[in-house]
Structure formats: structure tokens, C-alpha cells
């Protein structure tokens, strides 16, 4: 099945520098990658997504990169905020509707994210 | 208000003693979930449905059930709890897209069990 390995488990940075958090995955079928922000005590939101179709989407201050071919997609924060401190997961699943694991989403470790102001 | 509701949200119960965790979404999602999260290793899922009376494994099964007899309720059954499950447990729902799978999970606000 499909495992997605994420790091680094924490990252410490001051306020307005930039942040990168980096998943691999291992089933080179995989077409949509999540990234959700789980604040603490609460549940996990969306913030950004990709499919395979494209190597690059981004929201305001946030940026997501794939590369299909080596199987990794990361994550770019600019300028962080104190509100930005939070965890986060990706995750990768297939889209395939005639794939047996289609309703499988597996998600990385998380990685905590301190912003210092 | 579009909202996925869990219940309970907190949970203390002994080894042994059936349990089930309520999910129900008022968005007329096809797709419904249920992860458990545990320090260091993330969000794990434990079974999905792609829709009415369609349910299947997700990576950690073993020791719960589910069904999926309306659409709109998704209840996680632990028939003989142990504390390894001790966990916080989330129930997501989503629209499939029918070009790529998957969109958006919306998430409950969990549940944290204790298994003593």
C-alpha cells in the first residue's frame, strides 16, 4: 500500500522567514495530495491541494510543488505569521475509480510548526 | 451550518465494554472516514465508505466496525475495546470528484477515548 514519509517532524522559524515542509510517497499511481493545518485542540482543515495534473498551485502565501517522477511534493509558507504555528499533514491517495485502494488517503507524520514572533 | 458532529467527544470507558462513536454530516457527502490520530504517527485510517451500505478497510481495521446504513451517519463500533485504542478519533466526510477522487475532507472535532 502506499506510504508517505514527511519531514521534518518540527521546524522552528521567526516570523517572516519562510518555511518548507517536504513528503515523499511510494505508489507512483497517487494523483491528489492534500495538505491539511491542524491547530492544537482542533480539528484538521484544508489548506491547500494538488492533483497530478500540475506542478505547481498557489493561495496567497501558500505554495504547493509535486514531482511526479520523484514521488515528493512540498509545501511553501511565506512570510509566516505567529498564526501560522500549527501542525501539518499531507497526505496522497489514488483517483483511480476502477483502483481497488480508491477510497484509501494516507497521511505523513505531520510536522509541528513554531513561528516565533 | 454544513458540519460534520461526533458523539461523544470525550470517552472513558474499561477494557471490554462495547462502544460506538456517532458521525453524521448534514452536506449529502458520498464519502465518509474514520482516522485515528496518536502522537508521531499522524492521521491513520481505519475504514472509509464510498457510499451507502459501501465500506472498506483503511490501513488500521482490526479491532473496529463500521456501517453505512444512510447516508448521512457513518457510527464507529468497538466491540471489545482494549487500551491500545486509547486514541483521538476523527471523522472526515468529502464529495468524490469524479475526475480525480478525491476533494476536500471536512473534518469532526474528535473524540478522545481512554480504554483503562
Known amino acids: 500500500g502506499e506510504n508517505v514519509e514527511q519531514h521534518p517532524s518540527t521546524l522552528s522559524v521567526q516570523e517572516g522567514d519562510s518555511a518548507v515542509i517536504k513528503c515523499t510517497y511510494s505508489d507512483s499511481a497517487s494523483n491528489y495530495f492534500p495538505w491539511y493545518k491542524q491547530e492544537l485542540g482542533k480539528r484538521p482543515q484544508l489548506i491547500i491541494d494538488?492533483?497530478?495534473?500540475?506542478g505547481e498551485k498557489k493561495d496567497q502565501r501558500i505554495a504547493v510543488t509535486l514531482n511526479k517522477t520523484a514521488k515528493h511534493f512540498s509545501l511553501h509558507i511565506t512570510e509566516t505569521q505567529p498564526e501560522d504555528s500549527a501542525v501539518y499533514f499531507c497526505?496522497?491517495?489514488?483517483?483511480?475509480?476502477?483502483?481497488?485502494?480508491?477510497?484509501?488517503?494516507?497521511f505523513g507524520q505531520g510536522t509541528i510548526l513554531t513561528v516565533h514572533p | 451550518e454544513a458540519q460534520v458532529t461526533q458523539n461523544p467527544r470525550y470517552l472513558i470507558t474499561v477494557t471490554g465494554k462495547k462502544l460506538t462513536v456517532t458521525c453524521s454530516q448534514n452536506m449529502n457527502h458520498e464519502y465518509m472516514s474514520w482516522y485515528r490520530q496518536d502522537p508521531g504517527l499522524g492521521l491513520r485510517q481505519i475504514y472509509y465508505s464510498m457510499n451507502v451500505e459501501v465500506t472498506d478497510k483503511g490501513d488500521v481495521p482490526e479491532g473496529y466496525k463500521v456501517s453505512r446504513k444512510e447516508k448521512r451517519n457513518f457510527p464507529l463500533i468497538l466491540e471489545s475495546p482494549s487500551p491500545n485504542q486509547t486514541s483521538l478519533y476523527f471523522c472526515a466526510s468529502s464529495l468524490l470528484s469524479r475526475a480525480g477522487g478525491h476533494n476536500e475532507q471536512f473534518f469532526g472535532p474528535g473524540t478522545r477515548l481512554t480504554v483503562l
Open positions: 494538488i492533483r497530478s495534473n500540475v
Open positions: 497526505a496522497a491517495s489514488k483517483g483511480d475509480a476502477g483502483g481497488t485502494s480508491y477510497g484509501k488517503l494516507t
